[in-house]
């Protein structure tokens, strides 16, 4: 299944970049809710996102503050992706 989905989710991924300049206020939510769904459905995406958190000071304090206000099942899934060490 996650290969179907993995390529599709990209795909929502590039649309929401194109989209994020634009006045349509469609852009940021479709990047986050495709990265939420590569990283729950995809263990590599979960390993890219963790070494860019751990590379990127500002990305890791964004995905804290989201962990931090997220719901339960939101959290978890982003917690995933903390940098270790």
């Known amino acids: 299944m996650s290969y179907l989905l993995t ?13 994020a300049p634009t006045p349509i206020p ?8 495709s990265v939420f769904l590569l990283i ?4 590599h995406a979960a390993r890219t996102v963790a070494r860019l958190r751990k590379r990127f000071g500002w990305l890791n304090r964004a995905f804290c503050f989201i962990e931090d206000r997220a719901g339960p099942k939101i959290g978890r899934t982003l917690k995933r992706t903390r940098p270790r060490g």
């Open 7 to 19: 390529p599709l989710l990209l795909i929502v991924f590039v649309i929401g970049l194109i989209l």
């Open 26 to 33: 469609l852009g940021v939510p479709l990047m986050a809710l």
């Open 40 to 43: 729950a459905t995809n263990r």
